[in-house]
Nanobody, 115 residues
Framework: QVQFVESGGGLVQPGGSLRLSCVAS????????IVWYRQAPGKERTVVAT???????IYADSAKGRFTISRDNARNTVFLQMNNLKPEDTAVYSC?????????WGQGTQVTVSS
């Protein structure tokens, strides 16, 4: 079945960096756009960044200039490099794809930005 396993989250000080990874399985990874979402406590889940099958990237305004999404099709993995992190980036980050008429998410990885 379709699965995503995220890793790389943690506690970081403002201005710090983290690199999130998401390993996918159960579908043809290279043939699907992949999206990173995040959900902060008490807030709705929002899109952070998208990478298409052609390696085109789209970022939320909050992520532009600080985050970079990339993919490694040989390893069925998508990455999210996050630099200059801010307290408002604190959230659970999860990856997602629309596969066979259904959108799937992973369990997510917690990112906490605090001094």
């Amino acid at each position: 079945q379709v699965q995503f396993v995220e890793s790389g989250g943690g506690l970081v000080q403002p201005g710090g960096s983290l690199r999130l990874s998401c390993v996918a399985s159960g579908f043809t990874f290279a043939s699907h756009n992949i999206v990173w979402y995040r959900q902060a406590p008490g807030k709705e889940r929002t899109v952070v960044a998208t990478i298409t099958v052609d390696d085109n990237t789209i970022y939320a305004d909050s992520a532009k200039g600080r985050f970079t999404i990339s993919r490694d099709n040989a390893r069925n993995t998508v990455f999210l490099q996050m630099n200059n992190l801010k307290p408002e980036d604190t959230a659970v980050y999860s990856c997602s794809a629309f596969v066979r008429d259904w959108r799937y998410w992973g369990q997510g990885t917690q990112v906490t930005v605090s001094s």
